[in-house]
Every structure is written in structure tokens, then in C-alpha cells.
């Protein structure tokens, strides 16, 4: 069975600093791994996403994501954080051979201070 | 584009009553998913369906939970009857997908429920 795993429920960053949200998958098939963003009483929206093309992903906003499948993870990484960064931010894993369903993690919520 | 479409936005309830919260899905596409929000449990999948069929909806929580997805530009999430445990945000998706083929959801802005 397919899970995710988010380390760190809170992250909190400096204006200007590194953003690092770390995500683990686990998945007996090469996966398709997706990160999402939600703002307060907003829908989730597609920061970038792997479909094995490249293992270096950019997405929106500047945040982009590397998978090691050697490691199995896909952490979320931004040079330079900014305060409208503030968010939720999900990990999500599909399999590649089987359905469209997404298998959420429980998301961490990041913090920007000035 | 109109994104997803849900209605309404905010409900309030009393224990016992029926809930039904609707959603229009992106034009064109052929993939629907309701998905639970709470502190508790985070974002759950509750069902999804492909060209209007349910494929899996292992995720609905009990008998008191439905779905249904007349055609393809209409959903319909209903609780019978409500219960203050189902108080969450509620969230409609959709998807251009093929079996196998995963696309990108697109999340409409969500029903936040509460149930007194």
C-alpha cells in the first residue's frame, strides 16, 4: 500500500531564508508524487509534481523538488523565503499503473517571520 | 476557467438532519474525487469516480454517507442523518484521467460543515 510521510507538522523560516518540507513516500510501483499548497479557507492548489520525466521538478512560486528514489523522498526546497509563503503544504503519492486516487500526507503547515 | 464549484460554501446543521453538498467539476473533465478535512484526520479521500462511475469508495466513512454523480457536470455528497463527528471541510476535485494515467486535481474551495 501506497503512504506518505511528512516530517515536521511546523515549519518556521525567516523572511529571505531556505525552505526545506521534507516528504517520504513509500510505494511497491514507481509513483507519481505531488506537492499542493493551501492557503486559509482555500482549495488546494498543484505546486509541481513528479511523473518520472525528470528528478529535478520546478513548480510555482519559485519552490522546486528533487525525488531520490534511492531515498525515497521528495522534499519541497525554496532558495528564498517570503512572507505570502505562509500555507499548508501536502505531499501526495499515486500509483503509476493503477487509478487516479491521490494519497495525501498529513501536511505541514509553514511559518514566515519578517 | 470557472475552477470547481461548490455549493454552499459554509452549512450549518443540527444533529440529525440531512446534508447535501454539491459540486460542478471542471468542464471536460472525467475524473471526481470528494476528499474530509479535519484537524484530526487531515485530507481523507472519501470516494472518486471515472466518467461518472464510482471507483472506489472505501473511504466513505458509513451507511450514512452517499455519492452520487448523475452526469458529468454534477455531484452530490449527502450525510443522512448528520451527526456532530462530521463537522469538517468537505472538498470536491477533479481530473483529466485515465486509468493508469494520473493528472493533476483541481480543488474547489471546500463546504466547511458543522453540525451542532
Known amino acids: 500500500a501506497q503512504s506518505v510521510t511528512q516530517l515536521g507538522s511546523h515549519v518556521s523560516v525567516s523572511e529571505g531564508a531556505l525552505v526545506l518540507l521534507r516528504c517520504n513516500y513509500s510505494s511497491s510501483v514507481p509513483p507519481y508524487l505531488f506537492w499542493y499548497v493551501q492557503y486559509p479557507n482555500q482549495g488546494l492548489q498543484l505546486l509541481l509534481k513528479?511523473?518520472?520525466?525528470?528528478?529535478l521538478v520546478k513548480g510555482i512560486n519559485g519552490f522546486e523538488a528533487e525525488f531520490k528514489k534511492s531515498e525515497t523522498s521528495f522534499h519541497l526546497t525554496k532558495p528564498s523565503a517570503h512572507m505570502s509563503d505562509a500555507a499548508e503544504y501536502f505531499c501526495?503519492?499515486?500509483?503509476?499503473?493503477?487509478?487516479?486516487?491521490?494519497?495525501f500526507g498529513k501536511g505541514t503547515t509553514l511559518s514566515v517571520s519578517s | 476557467d470557472a475552477g470547481v464549484i461548490q455549493s454552499p460554501r459554509h452549512e450549518v446543521t443540527e444533529m440529525g438532519q440531512e446534508v447535501t453538498l454539491r459540486c460542478k467539476p471542471i468542464?471536460?473533465?472525467?475524473?471526481l474525487f470528494w476528499y474530509r478535512q479535519t484537524m484530526m484526520r487531515g485530507l481523507e479521500l472519501l470516494i472518486y469516480f471515472n466518467n461518472n462511475v464510482p471507483i472506489d469508495d472505501s473511504g466513505m466513512p458509513e451507511d450514512r454517507f452517499s455519492a452520487k454523480m448523475p452526469n458529468a457536470s454534477f455531484s452530490t455528497l449527502k450525510i443522512q442523518p448528520s451527526e456532530p463527528r462530521d463537522s469538517a471541510v468537505y472538498f470536491c476535485?477533479?481530473?483529466?484521467?485515465?486509468?493508469?494515467?494520473?493528472?493533476?486535481?483541481?480543488f474547489g474551495p471546500g463546504t466547511r460543515l458543522t453540525v451542532t
Open positions: 468542464s471536460g473533465h472525467n475524473s
Open positions: 501526495a503519492v499515486s500509483e503509476m499503473q493503477a487509478g487516479t486516487a491521490l494519497i
Open positions: 513528479y511523473t518520472s520525466a525528470a528528478t
Open positions: 476535485a477533479s481530473s483529466l484521467g485515465l486509468a493508469g494515467t494520473p493528472y493533476e486535481q483541481y
